[in-house]
């Protein structure tokens, strides 16, 4: 016992050192002797959690010499995330160093070897490595907008299902963590995961067909992007959106009706839905004649204003070509069914249709 209590002891030094200058002198063999250390403590920590005698005794032995305030017992069991934080914040790590310790933090020794391969364990590992290395060291550089953070727990996601799209078992019996996984999350922080996650999809399969793109840049079967490459990863997530009406209409208010109309054009499963929910909308509102404009019925059951609809419908006809038509076609279906007025604020649908293809004159003109 002696000698575990020697060892201990030295816990304060190794976290003294990993946030000093000497790791410049770290080589990956170096990195995984200190990382074997810290789970060596953390499983002490592990083996004496429940013998109150020798948890005191490791207590006093980490607490002697030490300024305040000292390292205590419950230390031993985070000492691998102790020791990962404080050679990250470390800018004298050594980039091979630094790399070896990212691979160590996104795939930890056993990880996959376990009783439960595909448990959330390994996925809240992942997640907390990228809030980590979301504190980027130089100003971030987001491409398109996405903030680092965002994007990085997107791929995190993707990078989960690829793994279960090679494994052999039935979908249905993989897929069980993803719902769960999901709903942990604050629901616009979920939506915004999934979202970005579909778009990198999206936009990852456009540019591997590129090279069969039209003259304006779309490609024939753009809006069938779930239909070859990673159609089997995004499919789990178009299901998770689609499966309560709630969901997907708590969806489409949250987010912007540009980031829509791009996710409708990529994946044909939302284009429909999403203008059947507009179309739901759009119904609920009355127009006013003493205001001249379109007005919410009901607040319970109107979700968005006349601007509000308009602009989702114009982001929809700036999509593609094929986007572009089912939208112009489904308002002149609506309007048909309104009686095919062509004067103003008879049918909302007329009304949005005369503005769009008004708009859209205009765009082509300039």
Avoid at 196 to 220: I, K, M, T
Avoid at 308 to 326: A, D, I, N, P, T
């Amino acid at each position: 016992m002696e000698a575990v209590l020697e060892q201990v002891e030295q816990l304060p030094a190794l976290l003294a050192v990993s946030r000093s200058a000497l790791v410049r002198d770290w080589d990956s063999l170096t990195l995984d002797r200190a990382l074997e250390w810290a789970r060596y403590f953390q499983h002490l920590h592990d083996r004496f959690r429940t013998r109150p005698r020798l948890r005191e005794a490791l207590g006093r032995r980490l607490r002697r010499g030490q300024p305040s305030p000292p390292l205590g017992f419950p230390h031993l069991g985070r000492c691998p995330q102790l020791l990962g934080l404080a050679l990250l914040e470390n800018r004298a790590l050594p980039p091979a160093a630094c790399r070896r310790l990212l691979h160590s933090l996104l795939q930890p020794p056993g990880a996959e070897a376990g009783a439960e391969p595909r448990s959330l364990a390994l996925l809240a590992r992942r997640k907390a490595a990228a809030r980590l290395l979301a504190l980027p060291r130089g100003p971030p550089r987001p491409p398109q907008g996405m903030e680092p953070q965002l994007r990085a727990e997107a791929q995190l996601l993707l990078s989960r299902l690829r793994e279960e799209g090679q494994e052999a078992e039935p979908a249905a019996g993989r897929l069980r963590w993803l719902p769960g996984a999901l709903e942990q999350l604050p629901q616009p922080r979920a939506f915004e995961v999934v979202a970005a996650a579909l778009l990198l999809l999206g936009q990852g399969s456009g540019a591997e067909r590129a090279g069969g793109a039209g003259q304006d840049g779309s490609s024939p079967d753009r809006n069938q992007a779930t239909g070859t490459g990673d159609g089997h990863i995004a499919g789990p997530l178009l299901s998770w959106l689609l499966g309560k009406p709630e969901r997907f209409s708590a969806f489409c208010l949250f987010l912007p009706g540009s980031l829509l109309a791009s996710l409708a054009g990529h994946y044909s499963q939302l284009s429909k839905p999403y203008l059947d929910l507009l179309t739901g909308w759009g119904s609920h509102l009355l127009y006013d004649p003493l205001q001249g404009r379109w007005v919410k019925s009901c607040l319970d059951e109107a979700e968005l204003s006349w601007e509000e609809l308009r602009e989702r419908f114009s982001c929809l006809c700036r999509g593609s070509v094929l986007l572009k038509g089912q939208t112009q076609a489904t308002l002149k279906r609506l309007k048909a069914q309104d009686g095919d007025f062509k004067v103003c604020g008879l049918s909302v649908w007329t009304d949005l249709l005369m503005e769009l293809e008004e708009y859209l004159r205009k765009e082509a003109e300039h």
